[in-house]
């Protein structure tokens, strides 16, 4: 990890001391916000409808009554982590979102034209609510783009921008490239969200914050990953029942309220500027915009209660979608002559160039679904994957894994056959056995529509 030096050398030359850092009582917090967080805009509970407020609270707590959520087995500087948060990713059919090396696969929330069926109706009320949620923060993420835009324009001055009283509603002065309306809704089309929740009196083992002295950690210092780059992030964040305020006399905290969950901020590898810890009470929702996520790093700071929050991203899904791993499988099955009349499986062509981009394409398939996906949930997010080792009316002698992928958005499974030799892609002949073990070993979740010689394999 390249970051790990540039980590080292800040944490040796802090030696014994913290960094600064302003939480809304310090008489420079906003100022310090407005200066060097420009692109960083809170929406306080009061502005989102109670309506929406009770719609998305009642779907966080019906996923996880139902199990929805789970905790992420992840690759941190080369050691295998559980996540201390639990999550569940939910969005456009067939995409996918990576972070720390782990593949999440979209629970499909119900756009139109789409014809999702859910394993429970209210796992798909909660679906549809995370998708007006969606809408929601859209469209208060593009009047935000368009106020900053406007302020540039205008070369005005301008606070943070906070919804309430004793903060009305202004804009947001900083540097923005003048994007056109287009650009602008491009970068709010958020198409996933990752839904976390994480109870801290169930977490003793917590990480405290390393640099400012901010007190225990949910989520460490990060910029968000697989994003369109320069897109926004909206953050609704709802804390279970517990300390809603921070009390009138807290001056006997020095720094944040620690029974109060905060959102950290600090510009990336900086000692000079304070940092921002912004208390997140029930219902507050946060937006960065344009480049912040890239200039500026972001943790989580855990408070004493359970808490949700639904993160809504552009994820970048030119080659993260369940359409593109199949065009890829279909590109390489252009090269298997499948009209052999014995069953027998050959290659049409054996030019280098062909061989090669098979190869590929057998490594991309693999890494994209087998290596990023192993340590996920056999039932997570539409998407299930069966260690075939075991298909005793297959020959197996040629294999070093059997991998069969069966997807809720398409009828049929997927079979990939590693093999030793390399010397051929497919057999499409052997999904009838392999559909006889899928019936006999799957899971309630797992769609068994495939024809005999009908499924794709490779």
Known sequence: NEKTPTKLRLLEELEDTWLPYLTPKDDEFYQQWQLKYPKLILREASSVSEELHKEVQEAFLTLHKHGCLFRDLVRIQGKDLLTPVSRILIGNPGC????????????????????????????????????????????????????????????????????????????????????????????????????????????????????????????????????????????????????????????????????????????????????????????????????????????????????????????????????????????????????????????????????????EIHNEVRIFFFFETESRSVTQAGVHKHACLLLEKLSLSRFYSVVVLTFELTPEPIFFFSFRDMASLCCPDWSVAAQSWLTANSTSWVQLGAQAGAATTI
């Open 96 to 359: 996918t979102y990576k972070y720390l090396n782990t593949r999440l696969f979209t629970v499909p929330w119900p756009v139109k034209g789409s014809n999702i069926k859910y394993p429970e109706a209210e796992i798909a009320a909660a679906c549809e609510t995370f998708l007006k949620l969606n809408d929601y923060l859209q469209i208060e993420t593009i009047q935000a783009l368009e106020e900053l835009a406007a302020k540039e324009k205008a070369n005005e001055d301008a606070v943070p921008l906070c919804m309430s009283a004793d903060f009305p509603r202004v804009g947001m002065g900083s540097s923005y490239d003048g994007q056109d309306e287009v650009d602008i809704k491009s970068r709010a089309a958020y198409n996933v969200t990752l839904l976390n929740f994480m109870d801290p009196q169930k977490m003793p083992y917590l990480k405290e914050e390393p640099y400012f002295g901010m007190g225990k950690m949910a989520v460490s210092w990060h910029h968000d990953e697989n994003l369109v780059d320069r897109s926004a992030v909206a953050v609704y964040s709802y804390s279970c029942e517990g300390p809603e305020e921070e009390s009138d006399d807290d001056s006997h905290f020095e720094g944040r309220d620690p029974d109060i969950w905060h959102v950290g901020f600090k510009i990336s590898w900086d000692i000079e500027t304070p940092g921002l810890a912004i208390p997140l009470h029930q219902g507050d929702c946060y937006f960065m915009l344009d480049d912040l996520n890239a200039t500026h790093q972001h943790c989580v700071l855990a408070g004493s209660q359970p808490r949700f929050s639904s993160t809504h991203r552009v994820a970048e899904c030119s080659t993260g979608t369940l359409d593109y791993i199949l065009q890829r499988c279909q590109l390489a099955l252009q090269n298997v002559r499948d009209d052999v009349d014995n069953g027998d499986v050959s290659l049409k062509s054996f030019e280098p160039a062909v061989l090669k981009q098979g190869e």
